[in-house]
């Protein structure tokens, strides 16, 4: 059982940056793939981000390449989403999940383990 708790969400200008933390419980954590989801009102959950279980490989949605970038700390079971250049459109509530396949991916229905979500506001 892994227990992921966000935060880092709030409120920011469009053009401005918000870092997203996932803390994850337990002593496996090296062992999950790590995925960023996000969701807007009225919208179907949207991958955003995945990372591999050492951090050596990524994958982005295309909207968000070149701004956003995820990564992850093992020694301190968390992973992270640097979010630059924000847009209003990446107004969402951002998830982090973990997966135990042994590759990354987009397709939630991968991910075993789901955090509550931090709402993440771009005013424009």
Known sequence: QVQLV???GGLVQAGGSL???CAASGRTF???AMGWFRQ????EREF???IS????STSYVDSVKGRFTISRDNAKNTVYLQMN?????DTAVYYCAASNMPYISGDYALYIYWG????VTVSS
């Open 19 to 21: 870092r997203l933390s």
């Open 48 to 50: 955003v981000a995945a």
């Open 85 to 89: 250049s924000l847009k209003p459109e």
């Open 40 to 43: 807007a009102p009225g919208q």
């Open 53 to 56: 279980r050492s951090g050596g």
């Open 116 to 119: 509550q979500g931090t709402q």
């Open 6 to 8: 966000e935060s880092g």
């Open 30 to 32: 090296s062992s999950y």
